[in-house]
């Protein structure tokens, strides 16, 4: 077998930015004990009005778990506080699952013997219209990592179709380059959302065995080329379960919190993402991060950076997503298909993994409203 | 008959100083906290407007009451301007309450970019009401661009802490011409009280009302406290007595060419 390359090393596509947010993110996570942190460290993170990074760090903690009902009551009353009991709805559309890497957890890497397709503009334009119709205005746009099968151009043209059907256009695909994400921003999309999966590079090596994907800091730095090249907010995650999730969480809301520094004006969001089953492999699971761990890091996300939005994922079921969006997550997706295309018709490829809750448009919407929350489909307007 | 005491904007005159925000609680909750506020003003975001879709907040707040549309969202200058023009389009009147925030932590407003933008769309015939920091100099500038009122805020939006900008507001106050309305921070009815009784023109909240236990309820305590506050101010408050008795020895007394 070839030997690896080194997942430190830029490629020479890959645009390098002046910055050192790598470097302050690993450090603080190499200084992160959480086993040492104690509970009054905790008490103390839970008085505070401005939470600092070592706040941060204790709330995620074991020494927190005897005070997640405290945590969770404080949570609730800053995310009412910041956002009122607005709730943001939105759906993904997976527009192709072609993909050059191989990441060992994930449904789509390129050994993994699924499905491929991908959706051409006709049919595109047939899935946008079909959702638009649920009623939607926020769509969130995935594609696997194939420069061939799914370029800049593809995800452009994508892009401008759904802006003639939704007034806000995520994208969750492959990092590109600052002019990538400035050509994008034109084509309509103004959101980005990037997720590390875990933020020990070492450990991520032996995830992301091959492919562009491979290369930590240039997937590390995609949110600030994000930015640089225009877009309105970045999204940030760790998929809980790869690693330490306690060090990953802390890197994942330290990454947002030093790019908020960096650049005031952006806004940010967390997704707080556990590992699921894949397609020819039921054993992948989220370990120790069972929804009480889960629970205690949106708490800490929510309570280290009031502002940012708090996605929950279609990964957990009704009941916990429900209760999250009560305690703190701000955004909530429905109506989820996570193979290719599926809203308009069956699916004609694959899905990236199993989700648990299979709720319609209408059914989370009727369920926000049944806890006296507020559903809003438009919460930005592209001028 | 007295006259009535009316707030006036661009023109416009209004019995009530209780401008209502309805970004932060349940859209079936608008009208019944419009009604208990008896506000005739009511702030929304544009970006909330879902034209034909659902959830869409044009749709729940009650007919005749004049819509103050906000460009939350806005970074820039520019990004104000299209947003208020879109908002003009879409049928939401003249009015418009400039934001321009590149803070995404605090949400605190850009001064500078404000001022542009009060320029350009006060041109445009618009009655601009621009959200700003306390600061005396870009005030007046913005009141020479043609603004209608100045929003100063009380403490960062949503905070509920009150007046913590209170002696920089009371120069506002009294240096300039155009009404002065505290727009955010403003967390209890107490704290909307004392603001009118310094002699603020109205009062904007949103937080303090969606927040409540029971909004409606809230809406009608603000309401009552407006009132009071402005009733007070025009009474003209007595002086506050400092400490200690009036000298029995006056510092005076030493005068005697009668």
């Given at each position: 077998m070839a030997p690896k390359s080194d997942h430190m090393t830029y490629r020479p596509d890959m645009e390098i930015i002046a910055s050192t947010m790598l470097d302050q993110v690993l450090q603080a996570r190499n200084a992160y004990?959480?086993?040492?942190?104690t509970a009054d460290q905790v008490r103390r993170a839970l008085q505070k009005n401005h939470l600092r990074p070592e706040d941060f760090a204790a709330l995620l903690a074991p020494a927190a778990a005897p005070l997640l009902e405290a945590m969770a009551h404080r949570s609730r009353q800053v995310t009412r506080r910041q956002f009122g009991n607005a709730i943001q709805i939105f759906t993904p559309l997976y527009l192709a699952n072609h993909c050059e890497n191989h990441c060992?957890?994930?449904?789509?890497?390129?050994h993994n013997p699924i499905q491929r397709a991908r959706l051409d503009p006709g049919e595109i334009e047939a899935e946008l219209q079909a959702i638009a119709a649920t009623g939607l205005r926020e769509i969130l746009l995935l594609t696997g990592e194939s420069r061939a099968m799914s370029d800049l151009d593809y995800i452009g043209q994508a892009c401008r179709i759904a802006r003639r059907h939704f007034k806000v256009v995520g994208l969750e695909v492959y990092p590109v380059n600052v002019a990538g994400y400035a050509h994008l921003h034109e084509c309509g999309a103004d959101y980005v959302t990037v997720f590390?999966?875990?933020?020990n590079p070492d450990r991520y090596a032996t995830l992301h065995l091959?492919?562009?994907?491979?290369?930590f800091p240039y997937r590390f730095y995609a949110q600030e080329r994000a930015i640089l090249g225009g877009m309105r907010g970045v999204g940030f995650a760790a998929l809980l379960g790869l690693d330490d999730f306690r060090k990953d969480a802390f890197s994942a809301g330290l990454h947002a919190y030093l790019l908020q520094r960096k650049y005031p004006h952006a806004e940010i969001a967390l997704s707080c993402p556990r590992l699921r089953p894949i397609i020819n492999n039921d054993q992948i699971n989220p370990k120790d991060v069972h929804e009480a761990q889960l629970l205690q890091c949106i708490l800490a996300y929510r309570l280290f950076l009031p502002f940012a939005n708090i996605t929950i994922s279609t990964r957990e079921g009704e009941l916990f997503r429900d209760n999250a969006i009560k305690l703190g997550a701000s955004k909530i997706s429905a109506?989820?298909?996570?193979?290719?295309?599926?809203?308009?018709?069956?699916?004609k490829g694959d899905e990236q993994f199993e989700i648990a809750d299979g709720r319609s448009v209408q059914e989370v919407y009727d369920a926000i409203l049944g806890q006296d929350l507020q559903p809003v489909m438009s919460d930005h307007v592209y001028v | 008959m007295p006259q009535q005491d009316c707030l006036v904007l661009g023109g416009h005159s209004f019995t009530s100083r209780f401008i209502l925000g309805s970004?932060?609680?349940?859209?079936?909750l608008i009208e019944a906290a419009v009604a208990k506020a008896g506000a005739q003003i009511i702030t929304l975001a544009l970006r909330r407007i879902n034209q034909d879709g659902q959830a869409n907040i044009l749709d729940y707040i009650p007919k005749g009451v004049t819509l103050l549309p906000n460009t939350s969202g806005a970074r820039t200058a520019a990004e104000a301007v299209r947003i208020a023009r879109l908002a003009r389009e879409m049928?939401?009147?003249?009015f418009v309450k400039i934001e321009v925030i590149r803070?995404?932590?605090?949400?605190?407003?850009?001064n500078a970019e404000t001022l542009k933008a009060t320029e350009i769309l006060a041109k445009e015939g618009f009655i601009v009401l621009p959200y700003m920091y306390p600061d005396l100099t870009a005030a007046r500038d913005m009141a020479q661009a043609g603004a209608a009122a100045i929003m100063p805020l009380g403490?960062?939006?949503?905070?509920?802490?009150?007046?913590?900008?209170k002696d920089f507001i009371k120069i506002l106050i009294d240096e300039l011409d155009l009404p002065v309305i505290i727009d955010?921070?403003?967390?209890?009815p107490s704290q909307a009280c004392e603001a009118m009784e310094m002699g603020a023109a109205g009062i904007m909240a949103n937080t303090a009302i969606a927040t409540a236990g029971d909004i409606p309820a809230m809406a009608t305590a603000f309401r009552q406290a407006i009132e009071a506050g402005r009733t007070a101010c025009l009474a003209g408050l007595g002086p506050i007595q400092a400490t200690g008795a009036a000298a029995s020895s006056p510092l005076t007394g030493f005068l005697r060419d009668e």
């Open positions: 004990h959480p086993e040492a942190c060992i957890y994930c449904g789509f890497n390129s590390q999966e875990t933020y091959a492919g562009p994907k491979r290369v109506g989820v298909s996570v193979g290719i295309g599926g809203h308009q018709e069956k699916a | 970004g932060k609680y349940s859209l079936d049928g939401c009147g003249d803070d995404s932590k605090y949400l605190l407003p850009d403490a960062p939006i949503g905070s509920n802490k009150g007046l913590s900008t955010a921070g403003i967390g209890r």
